[in-house]
Structures are given as C-alpha cells and as structure tokens.
C-alpha cells in the first residue's frame, strides 16, 4: 500500500523494543503522498513491523479530503502540515481549480440542492442545513447585481427555470446571458469552495 522510499529516524530504543520513523509514499487508489512518518517496531527476536498513528491517520484523511476536493492526485504531507493553516493560497499559487470543476461543484453541490435544503427546514430544525444556506447566502451577496438576478432568477426562485425564460424577463441578449451567466457560476462557486477548504 506504500511506496519503497524511505528515510529513517531512531525515536526510541530499548532493551525490548527499537522504534524508528521512517518516510514513505503512502498510496490509496489514485491518490500519492509522499513523505509520511511510518513508526517501523522492532521488537527482541521478532520480525520489524510497521504502523501509523492515529494522528498520521487523522492527516492523511484530511489530506485526501483535500486533493478530492481539489482535483490533486500527489501530494507532500510534510508541506500540507506547513499550509494547512491556509490552503487556498497554496491552490491560487499553483492554479489547480480547473474553471468547468468549480461551475459543476457549485451547481451540483448547492444550486442543484437549494431547494431539498428549504423543504428541509420547513419539516426539521437541522443546524448543518441552516449553517450551509446562510453560508450560501453570505457569498451570493458577494455577487455583482447582474449575477445576483441570474441566479435568482434561474437557480433560486422557483426550480427547472429555462435559460431563455431568464434573458427574455431581464431584456437582455442570449450571448450576454450566457457570458455572465459563466461568471456568476464561477465567482460564486469559487467563493464557496474556497469556504469550504479553509473549514476542513
């Protein structure tokens, strides 16, 4: 399940027992990180073996948390640990947030599910949904006012809206539509995802 390269560190040696750390490349399906602390045991007249911690675990689950959400398939664990406390500077650095990703996460994530989240709260106090719209809200004000009206109008107001519905009652053109249309996605699902990152 991981890489061959290694690197080593006595942490602990005793009469029974010799503990080391060592660096490898943990693989899980698509995902590569490099640089993970194993503790490799070694106990009197038995064979070495191999763990994790539970700590390593619980970053590694947060690691990979991350390069799903953000399309990234290698990874340093060492230098999550030095960026974690910002990660959306190191995602702006190296431009991974692909523009068609964000537009596709926003619909599918939030606009797609706006109205399942309002039928929710009519029917049960959930504090995670009630959370997750203010959220949604909080950044779609952020939103220039043609924005704003196009999700509204298309996303919001009522479901299964047709785009040309949306131009023919704001009285503009089909090419302008779908032009601000993209970047309304876009900044909005952009603010969110960002969000998001910074919360996990």
């Known amino acids: 399940m991981s890489g061959v390269q290694e690197l080593s560190l006595v942490v ?57 959400l953000n399309s990234v398939f290698e990874f340093d664990y060492q230098y999550f640990l030095a960026i974690r406390n910002n990660p959306v500077d190191y995602l702006e650095e190296k431009e991974i947030w692909d523009e068609k990703q964000i537009k596709q996460y926003v619909l599918k994530e939030w606009l797609d599910k706006y109205h399942e989240y309002n039928r929710i709260l009519k029917f049960e106090k959930s504090e995670a ?25 298309k996303y919001l107001l009522s479901e299964e809206v ?29 603010a969110l995802l960002k969000e998001e990152v910074l919360c996990h």
């Open 129 to 153: 949904v009630k959370e997750k719209l203010s959220l949604f809200q909080k950044k779609f004000r952020t939103l220039e006012p043609i924005h704003q009206e196009i999700i509204e109008k």
């Open 12 to 68: 602990q040696n005793t009469k029974q027992q010799h503990t080391m750390i060592i660096y490898k490349t943990f693989v899980n399906g698509i995902y590569v990180i490099k640089n993970v602390p194993y503790q490799r045991v070694k106990e009197k007249g038995k064979q070495s073996f191999e763990i994790l911690s539970a700590e390593t675990m619980a970053r590694l689950a947060e690691i990979q948390k991350f390069m799903q």
């Open 162 to 190: 047709k785009d040309e519905t949306v131009f023919h009652e704001m009285r503009i053109s089909r090419s302008l539509f779908y032009r601000e249309k993209s970047k309304a996605l876009l900044k909005l699902g952009t």
